[in-house]
């Protein structure tokens, strides 16, 4: 599962280059626009699941802080 930045990168130079010169659209072929679609899908798949992760490992490190709200005695 390698992303392909390459990619990504050509099309952001892409859409960037037709806001500059205030063009209205852009034309991409299918299997550039494919390529595309799959390298945003790996990167997205990615960062969920290492989002999971954290998720998941933050539940289980989980503490309990214990307050004694006691109006300043003991000071």
């Known amino acids: 599962m390698e992303i392909n ?3 990504l990168e050509n099309f952001i130079k892409l859409v ?3 806001d500059f010169g205030q063009e209205k659209q852009i034309t991409i072929d299918i299997k550039t626009a ?5 390298n945003l899908s790996l990167l997205l798949l990615k960062y969920n699941n290492k989002l999971e992760n954290q998720i998941s490992n933050s539940q289980e490190t ?6 004694n ?3 300043g005695k003991g000071w």
């Open 5 to 7: 930045n390459l990619q």
């Open 16 to 18: 960037k280059s037709a």
């Open 34 to 38: 494919k390529q595309i679609v799959y």
């Open 62 to 67: 989980e503490e309990v802080i214990k307050i």
């Open 69 to 71: 709200l006691d109006g």
